[in-house]
Each structure stands twice: as structure tokens, then as C-alpha cells.
């Protein structure tokens, strides 16, 4: 993923005629366009709509997190995890009491 990257930046930079000062810039938004538009390898899908997966933990000497993949119905582990904070923060629990930690 990173030579991809590297590639988008450099055509992005090298089309607009700017300098390297902009590198940041560019990669942030090679790095939307990415997870943004959709793959042959995975389906036509966007990597946004196919990494739905539930934390599970850490695996010992793996630089990586364990998750619960919910339609293969198996365990992997990856590193470029996001954690969506705001629905783990909106659970309830089955007697109706807000769980959000205070």
C-alpha cells in the first residue's frame, strides 16, 4: 500500500507542477481516494464497506490486533485498524440503563 501511495502522490504533484512541501497534503488525499473508491479485489466493494469486524484483542508477539470478522466468521489480525468510538460509546445494556462511561 505504501508504493501505491507513493505512486498517487508523485502523479498528483508532478500533474499540479507543485514541490514536495505539499507531500502531506497529497497523501491525505491519496490515502481518501483509496479507501474511498471501489476494488476489484475485494468485490467491487470500498475498503471502508468490507472491514466490518469486531475487536477482540491483542496477539502475543504480532504487531497487530485480533478481530472477529463477522461474515467470514473467523479471526484476523491487522494492523490498520479504526476503531468507530461513537457507536461503542452508544451501546445499551439489555435493561434499557445507558452504559456510556462517564
Known sequence: MNKTLVEKVRCMLSNAELDKEFWAEAVTYAQHLVNHLSSSAIDGKTPLEVNKALFIGFSPGVK????????AKKTIISRDVTFDEFVMLKKVNPEGVDSTPQ
Not at 497487530?64 to 461474515?71: D, K, M, P, S, V
Open 64 to 71: 497487530g490486533y485480533r478481530l472477529w470478522c463477522l461474515e
